[in-house]
Protein backbone atom coordinates (compact mmCIF):
# COMPACT_ATOMS: atom_id res chain seq x y z
CA UNK A 1 0.00 0.00 0.00
CA UNK A 2 1.15 3.58 -1.19
CA UNK A 3 0.66 6.43 1.47
CA UNK A 4 1.28 10.32 0.87
CA UNK A 5 1.70 13.51 2.62
CA UNK A 6 1.14 16.85 1.78
CA UNK A 7 2.96 20.04 2.78
CA UNK A 8 3.77 23.29 2.10
CA UNK A 9 0.68 25.13 1.57
CA UNK A 10 -0.47 28.70 3.10
CA UNK A 11 -1.70 31.92 2.25
CA UNK A 12 0.39 34.06 -0.62
CA UNK A 13 -1.17 37.20 -2.25
CA UNK A 14 -1.36 37.33 -5.79
CA UNK A 15 1.78 37.13 -8.13
CA UNK A 16 3.96 34.93 -5.11
CA UNK A 17 5.11 32.09 -5.23
CA UNK A 18 4.59 28.03 -2.90
CA UNK A 19 6.61 24.95 -3.29
CA UNK A 20 4.25 21.70 -2.43
CA UNK A 21 5.83 18.65 -1.48
CA UNK A 22 4.45 15.10 -1.42
CA UNK A 23 6.26 12.32 0.28
CA UNK A 24 5.08 9.05 -0.48
CA UNK A 25 5.79 5.75 1.28
CA UNK A 26 7.06 2.62 -1.28
CA UNK A 27 10.42 1.01 -1.93
CA UNK A 28 9.45 1.06 -5.18
CA UNK A 29 8.52 4.88 -5.55
CA UNK A 30 10.76 5.62 -9.17
CA UNK A 31 7.53 2.73 -11.11
CA UNK A 32 4.80 5.37 -9.43
CA UNK A 33 3.36 7.96 -11.92
CA UNK A 34 2.95 11.49 -9.45
CA UNK A 35 0.82 14.00 -10.22
CA UNK A 36 -1.11 16.87 -8.46
CA UNK A 37 -4.50 17.93 -8.67
CA UNK A 38 -6.54 20.44 -7.03
CA UNK A 39 -9.86 20.97 -5.73
CA UNK A 40 -12.07 24.41 -4.84
CA UNK A 41 -15.28 24.97 -3.24
CA UNK A 42 -18.17 23.61 -5.27
CA UNK A 43 -15.60 22.26 -8.13
CA UNK A 44 -14.19 18.74 -8.69
CA UNK A 45 -11.38 17.66 -8.29
CA UNK A 46 -8.98 18.64 -11.59
CA UNK A 47 -6.13 17.32 -12.61
CA UNK A 48 -2.81 20.19 -12.73
CA UNK A 49 0.09 18.28 -13.30
CA UNK A 50 1.88 14.71 -13.62
CA UNK A 51 5.08 13.22 -14.16
CA UNK A 52 5.79 9.53 -15.34
CA UNK A 53 8.08 7.21 -13.54
CA UNK A 54 10.13 6.70 -16.86
CA UNK A 55 11.38 10.54 -17.20
CA UNK A 56 11.61 13.12 -14.76
CA UNK A 57 11.00 15.62 -17.90
CA UNK A 58 7.80 13.66 -19.29
CA UNK A 59 5.23 15.97 -17.71
CA UNK A 60 1.83 17.26 -18.12
CA UNK A 61 0.30 20.87 -17.22
CA UNK A 62 -2.98 21.84 -17.69
CA UNK A 63 -3.45 24.90 -19.29
CA UNK A 64 -4.68 27.25 -17.07
CA UNK A 65 -1.05 26.23 -14.64
CA UNK A 66 1.46 25.83 -18.03
CA UNK A 67 4.47 28.10 -17.95
CA UNK A 68 3.81 28.82 -13.90
CA UNK A 69 4.02 25.49 -12.04
CA UNK A 70 6.71 22.95 -12.12
CA UNK A 71 6.39 19.27 -11.06
CA UNK A 72 9.54 17.69 -10.77
CA UNK A 73 10.34 14.55 -8.32
CA UNK A 74 13.63 13.39 -6.26
CA UNK A 75 13.30 9.27 -6.20
CA UNK A 76 16.15 8.91 -3.81
CA UNK A 77 13.67 11.16 -1.55
CA UNK A 78 10.29 9.44 -2.61
CA UNK A 79 9.19 13.04 -3.00
CA UNK A 80 7.20 14.97 -5.65
CA UNK A 81 7.35 19.31 -5.76
CA UNK A 82 5.09 21.36 -7.53
CA UNK A 83 6.79 24.81 -7.72
CA UNK A 84 3.99 27.29 -8.20
CA UNK A 85 4.59 30.83 -9.26
CA UNK A 86 2.60 33.51 -10.28
CA UNK A 87 0.05 32.59 -8.08
CA UNK A 88 -3.57 33.76 -8.90
CA UNK A 89 -6.77 33.89 -6.69
CA UNK A 90 -8.28 31.56 -9.15
CA UNK A 91 -5.59 29.17 -7.77
CA UNK A 92 -6.86 28.89 -4.49
CA UNK A 93 -8.12 25.07 -3.68
CA UNK A 94 -6.76 22.12 -1.69
CA UNK A 95 -4.22 20.39 -3.51
CA UNK A 96 -3.60 16.96 -3.22
CA UNK A 97 -0.88 14.57 -4.51
CA UNK A 98 -1.78 11.50 -6.05
CA UNK A 99 0.39 8.08 -6.59
CA UNK A 100 -0.50 6.05 -9.71
CA UNK A 101 0.67 2.45 -9.16
CA UNK A 102 0.19 0.12 -12.26
CA UNK A 103 0.30 -3.71 -11.42
CA UNK A 104 -0.69 -6.47 -13.76
CA UNK A 105 -2.00 -3.37 -16.45
CA UNK A 106 -4.23 -2.53 -13.51
CA UNK A 107 -4.37 1.23 -12.28
CA UNK A 108 -4.67 2.25 -8.31
CA UNK A 109 -4.67 5.52 -7.21
CA UNK A 110 -3.74 6.70 -3.33
CA UNK A 111 -4.06 10.21 -2.33
CA UNK A 112 -2.88 12.33 0.25
CA UNK A 113 -5.24 14.45 2.70
CA UNK A 114 -4.41 17.28 0.74
CA UNK A 115 -3.10 21.26 1.95
CA UNK A 116 -4.71 24.07 1.64
CA UNK A 117 -3.69 26.77 -1.03
CA UNK A 118 -5.14 30.22 -0.61
CA UNK A 119 -4.36 33.08 -3.06
CA UNK A 120 -5.46 36.44 -2.19
CA UNK A 121 -6.34 39.52 -4.20
Known amino acids: QVQTAESGGGLVQAGGSLRLSCAAS????????MSWFRQAPGKERELVAG?????????YYADSVKGRFTISRDNAKNTVYLQMNSLKPEDTAVYYC?????????????WGQGTQVTVSS
Open 51 to 59: ISWTSGTNT
Open 26 to 33: GRTFATYA
Open 98 to 110: NARVTILGRKYDY
